[in-house]
């Protein structure tokens, strides 16, 4: 989560930004010395009132080629200007035919507007060609006219018809498409690169594709015909192109194109549900076009929509947005989830946000790859040796990274991930989490909340048997004195028992230290470990188990993965699939309840979590009342021992798991009612190779959002917003995106599949991305908040930052404070960057959102003031039309490092329990920082808008 590639990208991107997005003839100057005061008022700009600016550079043009509607339907065609005018332009509208369309016929652009809208009202079916003509400066020298034609097709409301069948072998770089009849040019596509030799490879497979009988849910309408795609039963681990019918016309009145939906049924769907599809991309004509999408499932699937459309509704806007990246992105789930009321929107950027899921992946992967106690005693000659990662489970999800303990590795070799993370990096984040949330793994406390004498201030980070006190010593005084428990001998303080590796307590329990990597010619081989080298930092989460007692952990040697009770994970039906009536190989889940954010986000079996009341065993899924440490008859806390939970009737896991669960994102979304759902708008990515899984983990918080019944999208690279399907990074232009039809929970994925040697070494797909990457991820955040926030200031100026430490400045609007936390007296540094144009003289009566942007692990506030600099920029570039234009907002970038010995680097910006001492308490650090915010700056009140949602 430290991001080094992260802050020399911003550089590079900061010097651009100056460069091509400033004011031409008085760029900002980025923290150089200014040459006057900026409270100096300068002038506003406008094409028509800067002479070096020629009107004959501006274009008219309608936003899209083509619309489609019914009879009785509005739609509302984007009439854009490329950049603002000092005057007002009158626009003129004619059509090549009358009777289909009724529309205005005059209309004026306003003075500084760049975006009027024309209402078109469907009259009868049939096509027409609307022209928009304007002109200025009319019968002079320097007369300008523009001209720009939409054609409007009015469908009769059928549903596109269906006829057609294909079948055939689909190989990588080839297509299996129905050529003839309604439904030509429906079909399977797959990528070339899927013949590579990586974990994207798909081998040819066999398809079919036929007309299916209509597949729509209850309150949804078809927009054109159920195509099945077979075998069903065919899952990828990379994504695959489907193309079916699509009538657009259909859509209800104000619903774009980010309101088609899809309805899937398949082996785990006997019934149609709605399910996200990636990088939807429209084509053809409106009312019998074509859409092509990315799915990793066969099956059958039917564009649809809402029948009821978009919803008015007033809603209260705070004005407020957090967002961040890694670390802050985590940050930006806790605090917006936690404080839902006080947010508009939540943003993380590829972070832990979905602790479920990522708690999951740490017990399966990052511990794992070890012989059980009975693997060992079947066969020893196999388990001898290191910890295999082909002993952990095949994973589930297309982009899932798979690792042991011992080899916690990239997936590529070019270390393109924004920072070294090294085993000593990622031991040093499980240590942090452990102190900003309790021990992951055991508890310590013998006593549970309600207990009568229930202290919560027992130190709770260190497993059962290693004192708090281990803490403060040196790493190298905790690596010369390991902890060890005895093997059990009935008495107090011997056997630490666990029921996959020791469950007869035989083996001793050391603390042990790690760290030490491979090299392989001379390189560091990231996260492979090296039992031979200087492992010299202390890895105290959990306890080893000695087994052959040397004193030291050795390859292979396991450790006690605690945690929670055991369950089985098979759905409050009990029956896991293999028991289930019907299972086969091409029917996996008879009775639908497998667990999948995409594909079944409802699902109980196998998402990680024990479905049911915690204290009543016959509710939901059966688990084990044998403690944490899994085996029946251990001595508890409360006697000696080190396990807890046994026998009181109760599904346990450990404190700091269940703060965890707590905190995770689909526990929150779940427990939200619907009017805090509706105010609350998500806007979330993540890295196909990001060695954290953060796309993964993301996906897994959206479903929570699916499983509530709420509209999901996803999107393949940033290129693909604009419903053009996938396109490469630098084809990602954020002003000509349509982001109201973008989405209200949105999730992207960054990254090509098929990225090239070059693209790799830049860190295609990697935890930050590449330079192109970190600045869309950046820019379409912003830009997502920008078109979402009603109103707001978009006037260009001329302005430059300021910064304390430039001559002459007097009011900064470009600095960094320490701020001290009024509940806590925590103290820590906060950036903030101001708006161009906050000290003029004529905008001291503008008020200004918020956007809190909370930085990666290991970094500080001002590492990220850059971001604030290039989006200063974008709120007043010459080259982006009003409309387009980012509006101005106050950038806050809040403290998340640690702070004195509240833990080691970074505080994952939550407040720490009680059990942790001096532990950090970053949410109400932040919360404390937007009262202080709002008491001494020109932020933004709530306030009630009509909105179409």
Known sequence: MRSLAFRHALALLLSLSISACGDDSS????????????????????????????????????????????????????LDLSNDLC???????????????????DLTLATGRSRIFVDLLGVAAGRTTLTASAVL???????????????????????????????????????????????????????????????????????????????????????GPAISFGPSSLRFR?????????????????????????????????????????????????DAGMVRFLVPRLGTYQAVTLTAGPTRRDRTFTYRGITGVSMGAGGAATIGFDNPDRFDFVAPLGGPVDWVSMLHYIRTYHMGGFCTDAERTADSAACAGPARTDRTPDPTGVYEVRQDFEHWTYVDEYGGQGGTFDRHE?????????????????????????????????????????????????????????????????????????????PEGAYPAITICDSAEVRVDGERDVGVWDPTGDNNYPLEVAMAFDLNDNGVRDPGEPFANWGRENFEDCGSDRLCDVDEPGYSTTNPDPNGDDYDPQYNPAGEEGNWMRDGDRCDPSSGEAFSDTGLDGVMGTPQLADGGFDSGEGDGCWNMAAGFQRMFDHSARTRIASFDAATLADLDIFSDGGIRDLFNFSWIHENMMGGFSA?????????THASLNFGGVGTDDEFRFAEVDWPEVGKYVHIRYGDVDASEGQLVQGDGGHVGTPAQIVNRVLSTIAWFSAKWPGGDRTRLIDRICTP??????????????????STGRVGPVSVVLPPGYFMDEFQDLTYPVVYFGHGYGQEPSDLVAIGIILWNFMTSRQIPEEQRLQKMIFVFPDGRCRGDECIRGTFYTDAPASTPNGAQMETFMLDLMTYMDENYRTKSSETHPVIE
């Open 27 to 78: 760029p900002p100057d980025s923290g150089t010395p200014d040459a006057g005061d900026a409270t100096t008022p300068r002038p506003v700009l406008c094409i028509g009132g800067d002479e070096s600016v020629r009107l004959e550079t501006l274009d008219l043009t309608f936003r899209r080629t083509q619309i489609g509607l019914t009879a009785g339907v509005t739609r509302h065609a984007a």
């Open 87 to 105: 005057v007002d332009l009158p626009i003129t509208i004619t059509a090549s035919s009358d009777g289909v369309v009724s529309f205005p016929t």
């Open 137 to 223: 400066n009319a019968g002079e020298a320097g007369e300008v006219r523009w001209e720009s034609s939409v054609e409007v097709l009015v469908s009769d409301g059928s549903v596109p018809g269906c006829e057609g069948t294909a079948n055939g072998m689909v190989t990588p770089g080839g297509e299996v498409k129905i050529t003839t009849g309604t439904a030509a040019g429906t079909g399977v596509v797959l990528n070339a690169g899927a013949a590579a030799d990586n974990q994207f490879h798909v081998d040819p497979f066999m398809v079919g594709v036929a007309c299916a009988p209509d597949q729509v849910p209850t309150g949804y309408s078809a927009l």
């Open 238 to 286: 990379r994504e695959i192109e489907l193309d079916v019918p699509v009538s657009l016309a259909l859509l209800p009145e104000d619903a774009g194109r980010g309101a088609v939906l899809f309805a899937y049924t398949g082996p785990s769907a006997p019934s149609a549900r709605i399910v996200p599809v990636a990088s939807p991309a429209f084509e053809g004509d409106t």
């Open 426 to 502: 990622y031991i040093q984040i499980f240590r942090d989490l452990s102190m900003m949330y309790g021990s992951l793994n055991s508890n310590t406390n013998p006593l549970s909340p309600g207990d009568a004498g229930y202290d919560p201030t027992i130190p709770d980070v260190t497993p059962p048997g290693v004192p708090d006190s281990r803490r403060m010593m040196s790493d190298a005084d905790r690596c010369a004195t390991p902890v060890r428990i005895a093997p059990t001998d009935g008495t107090p303080g011997t056997g630490l028992y666990d029921d996959e590796f020791n």
């Open 708 to 716: 509530r019944g709420m509209p999901v999208n996803y999107y393949d």
């Open 805 to 822: 430490m430039n001559p002459g400045c007097t009011n900064p609007n470009q600095f960094t404070f320490d701020f001290t936390a009024p």
